[in-house]
């Protein structure tokens, strides 16, 4: 677990951002993790794990009852996402907005957050009838080389830009230089454009295409991320400029109208 300049505040309860660190060494595609291998994610030494995943699942944030040992998300979890699912009015307001764009568009929709130094998908809307590509919930991209990092680096206030660079720790060579000049490409695109699409000969995955539009909701401190992607030979980059990058920024001035807000831009220089 990596140390910050809050960690050192006397306010900080250290066991209990350990027990969340060892909640968010979990990804999607795990077949359940045992001890070694949440220490080796966490960087916690193999006893301490032990004594929280043991105290995690007493309480139902993680579960075994499959292969006894290795641990899953609980059920405790999945009641604590639909809490804060519920409390945050956009997530909710957003679903009909963005089922029509993935709908329209034949793409994969997504919302994502950051999640210190990466972006996190933590809600997807798959078009009707189409194939899409695999990202799932839960999903982390990398800021560098994704359409959805450079919207959010664009979309950072300064102290959260910095904070996000000094998180990823130089992830696929992200350092606080290419992060700005990723930073003001990205700015410059939703100013002219309205909308932010990554260069596809430096995005992390050859097999994808995506497009992002930037939300800053009053119920959170910071933005928030609106994707649409899909496989290139689905999305290239003329459609993506033409019909999907559009469609999506439509989409979230509509959940802006909604939310009764203006603009993103209007809001929010770097």
Not at 16 to 44: C, H, K, Q, Y
Not at 82 to 103: H, K, W
Not at 203 to 218: E, G, K, L, T, W
Request: hydrophobic share 40%; net charge neutral; glycine share 8%.
């Amino acid at each position: 677990m990596k140390i910050t300049d809050e960690s050192q505040d006397r306010r900080f309860a250290t066991t209990l951002a350990r027990g969340l660190s060892v909640l968010r060494a979990f990804r999607p595609s795990d077949d359940g993790l045992g001890n070694a291998e949440i220490s080796e994610r966490t960087g916690l030494p193999k006893s301490t794990v032990s004594r929280l995943t043991f105290t995690l699942q007493s309480l139902g944030y993680l579960t075994h009852a499959r292969r006894h040992d290795r641990y899953r998300p609980g059920p405790a979890l999945l009641a604590l996402g639909n809490v804060a699912s519920a409390s945050i009015s956009f997530v909710e307001l957003s679903g009909p907005i963005m089922q029509r764009v993935a709908d329209e568009t034949g793409t994969l929709a997504l919302l994502s957050v950051r999640d210190r130094g990466r972006v996190l998908i933590t809600k997807t809307w798959r078009p009707q009838n189409v194939s899409s590509i695999w990202l799932e919930v839960g999903h982390r991209l990398p800021f560098k080389g994704s359409s959805s990092g450079h919207a959010m680096l664009a979309a950072l206030s300064e102290e959260g830009f910095v904070e996000a660079v000094a998180d990823a720790e130089g992830h696929r060579g992200l350092d606080e230089e290419t992060a700005r000049e990723a930073r003001r490409e990205a700015y410059t695109q939703l100013v002219t454009e309205g909308f932010v699409i990554a260069n596809p000969a430096v995005y992390f995955a050859s097999n994808i295409h995506a497009v992002s539009v930037p939300f800053q909701s009053r119920d959170l401190s910071e933005p928030v991320v609106f994707t649409c992607g899909a496989m290139p030979k689905d999305l290239s980059m003329e459609r993506m400029r033409d019909e999907v990058g559009p469609r999506l920024q439509a989409g979230v001035r509509e959940l802006e109208r909604i939310m009764g807000q203006g603009p993103f831009l209007t809001r929010h220089e770097i």
